[in-house]
Nanobody, 115 residues
Framework: QAQLVESGGGLVQAGGSLRLSCAAS????????MAWYRQAPGKQRDLVAA???????NYADAVKGRFTISRDYAKNTVYLQMNSLKPEDTAVYYC?????????WGQGTQVTVSS
């Protein structure tokens, strides 16, 4: 049974917006720091944004001011709001959770930004 399920990817023009969602099992979500990573073809997987259980956030320099990570405890879901998208944001985006109980990855969702 999948612990993390992403949705919301797609094709968008440069300058547009997308919102990614990651639904987690309640047991995992309540105790885990959550994060979004991305991996472009031929490149390593990099951290995009992260949020602690207390709501503290951090972002990669490349997305600061454009992306916002948030979490909703009522829905056991973490979001990544992506604005002012650029072609270089094109990648597979992965949701991840980390806690003392272990780490989990989602299956990934493709984001493609056309110029």
């Amino acid at each position: 049974q999948a612990q993390l399920v992403e949705s919301g990817g797609g094709l968008v023009q440069a300058g547009g917006s997308l919102r990614l969602s990651c639904a987690a099992s309640p047991t995992i979500f309540s105790i885990s720091a959550m994060a979004w990573y991305r991996q472009a073809p031929g490149k390593q997987r990099d951290l995009v944004a992260a949020i602690t259980t207390g709501g503290k956030t951090n972002y990669a320099d490349a997305v600061k001011g454009r992306f916002t990570i948030s979490r909703d405890y009522a829905k056991n879901t973490v979001y990544l709001q992506m604005n002012s998208l650029k072609p270089e944001d094109t990648a597979v985006y992965y949701c991840a959770s980390t806690s003392v109980g272990g780490a989990y990855w989602g299956q990934g969702t493709q984001v493609t930004v056309s110029s």
